[in-house]
């Protein structure tokens, strides 16, 4: 399960949901555990809300001892009835199954706990609708440059990654009479390191429609470091003490008041907001 005292000497506990956002969630909101990860799952989207998990940068075990084998299966812990399997979300359609919590990254310390780890990361509690442009490029940018960075340094880190959910998301359908299937807008991930004596956290965005375009786009889709308040405003979640850590804090506000589609599903720029286009442009402080 996730570890919120993971970095030594501190302590980075998993986002507090709205009322309303508990409401919707799976045992309100309470998170479902497994061996290197924990989930908060909404009944009502059936995809989870947030995920977290820890990277230990000393004891990455090397990559290609642990073949995949895409095991992809329900979550034993959550109703499968509330799931998104297989048959229902992921056929004869542009959509991957994603991972939110990387199967990467539970390969650290020992290697039986990192493959049962790296097996349960399959369930499907875990796995959203990824534009398959999106799952290999911008938000693999990210996951690759963290585990990188945590295995560069020998930094352990605490993340959290989840889907961003509007009232105007798309409908897949893939059998007459199935429920329809909601794709999220975008995703998003705040990671937390040690900084000399501090704690520093950073936030990043990407959204779907950037690659969901049945024309070639003119141009390269990014994935933005933004603010971590950026990603409280969009999803509900409350990530306390982490928007003090962040080196983006000072940047201008969103507009309040508007609903996403208003703001057509995007935030307004940020001051000293990063575009990520390679590992050297995120900002960490």
Same mark, same amino acid.
């Given at each position: ?8 000497? $501190? ?19 309470? @998170? ?7 989930? *908060?799952? /909404? ?18 075990? @090397? ?6 084998? +895409? /095991? ?6 959550? &109703? ?13 359609? &542009? ?14 310390? +020992? ?20 534009? %398959? ?15 990188? $960075? ?25 059998? @007459? ?11 998003? %991930? #705040?990671? !937390? *390191? ?16 950037? $690659?969901?375009?049945?024309? &070639? ?8 470091? #933004?603010?971590? !308040? ?16 962040? &080196? ?34 995120? $900002?960490?402080?």
């Amino acid at each position: 399960m996730y570890d919120p005292k993971f970095i030594p000497g $501190f302590e980075v506990p998993m986002p507090q949901l709205s009322e309303s956002l508990k409401a919707r969630a799976f045992q309100n909101g309470e @998170p479902v555990h497994h061996a290197r990860f924990s989930i *908060i799952f /909404s009944r009502e989207r059936h995809f989870a809300i947030a995920t977290a998990h820890n990277i230990d940068g000393e004891t990455l075990i @090397p990559e290609g001892v642990f073949k995949r084998k +895409d /095991s992809f299966k329900n979550d034993p812990d959550i &109703p499968a009835e509330i799931q998104v399997d297989n048959n229902r979300g992921y056929r004869k359609n &542009p959509w991957d199954r994603g991972h939110l919590v990387r199967r990467r990254a539970m390969h650290w310390g +020992d290697q039986t706990e990192a493959f049962a780890a790296d097996q349960e990361s399959f369930y499907y509690s875990n796995i959203t609708p990824q534009h %398959k442009r999106l799952h290999h490029s911008a938000w693999g940018k990210i996951e690759d440059w963290m585990m990188d $960075f945590a295995d560069a340094h020998k930094k352990r880190a605490c993340v959290f990654t989840g889907p961003v959910f509007s009232d105007s998301d798309p409908k897949v359908v893939n059998l @007459p009479g199935e429920k329809p299937v909601r794709i999220p807008a975008g995703f998003w %991930k #705040v990671l !937390t *390191i040690s900084h000399g004596l501090d704690l520093r956290a950073a936030g990043f965005l990407v959204w779907q429609r950037d $690659f969901d375009n049945p024309k &070639p786009l003119g141009f390269q889709p990014f994935l933005e470091q #933004v603010r971590i !308040t950026t990603i409280e405003y969009l999803t509900g979640l409350n990530f306390g003490e982490l928007r003090n850590l962040d &080196p983006l804090r000072y940047g201008i506000e969103l507009a309040e008041g508007k609903s996403l589609d208003e703001q057509t599903i995007a935030p307004k720029p940020i001051k000293r907001a990063a575009v990520v286009t390679s590992p050297f442009d995120i $900002f960490m402080g």
